[in-house]
């Protein structure tokens, strides 16, 4: 019988379901993901280190460039973690439309979903995969700062790769 994970990077899996790549969150527009509020966590196989590039994938939204300078992004590399982004879809909407939202972005399109833009600057962006669970709204907030703190108590006080403030 294969072991069963419970836990990565100090972050819960527990009602989270199983991993989807961004590729196939993209073919399927997201379809069987739910509309309900909830979380996702955002993770890469390897634990190497990855190939950065200057400018990312992500859609330049409003003219914004979405795109880090290489030192910024080298600097947040967490070397090790398997999770590279936790997000909340708290909004009426949920995550279905969230993690479109995520996905589009990532692809080029001009989506405002400038958090986690971090993810597209990965050369193996399109190989990332998601884990997500749906829940009510309030708890969504509290998961997302539980699950980001669970990652930074593993990881030296660092917060995922692409969770960056300001």
């Known amino acids: 019988m294969p072991r069963r994970i419970l836990s990565l990077d100090g972050v819960s899996l527990a009602g989270l379901e199983p991993p989807v790549s961004i590729a196939a969150l993209r073919r399927a527009i997201c379809t069987q993901v739910s509309a309900k509020a909830g979380i996702y966590v955002v993770m890469r196989e390897s634990r190497s280190l990855p190939r950065f590039l200057e400018h990312g994938t992500g859609g330049w939204f409003k003219g914004m460039d979405p795109s880090y ?98």
Request: overall charge positive; charged content about 25%; hydrophobic content about 40%.
């Open 69 to 166: 300078p290489l030192p910024k992004i080298r600097e947040s590399w967490v070397a090790g973690a398997a999770i590279v982004y936790i997000g909340k879809a708290a909004g009426r909407h949920g995550l279905q439309q969230r993690l479109r939202q995520l996905v589009r972005f990532g692809y080029g399109e001009p989506i405002g979903h400038r958090g986690g833009r971090m993810l597209w600057q990965l050369a193996d962006s399109r190989a990332l995969t998601v884990r997500w669970r749906a829940c009510g709204q309030g708890e969504a907030r509290r998961l997302e700062a539980e699950a980001i703190a669970a990652s930074m108590s593993e990881h030296a006080g660092r917060r995922p790769f692409a969770n960056k403030q300001g």
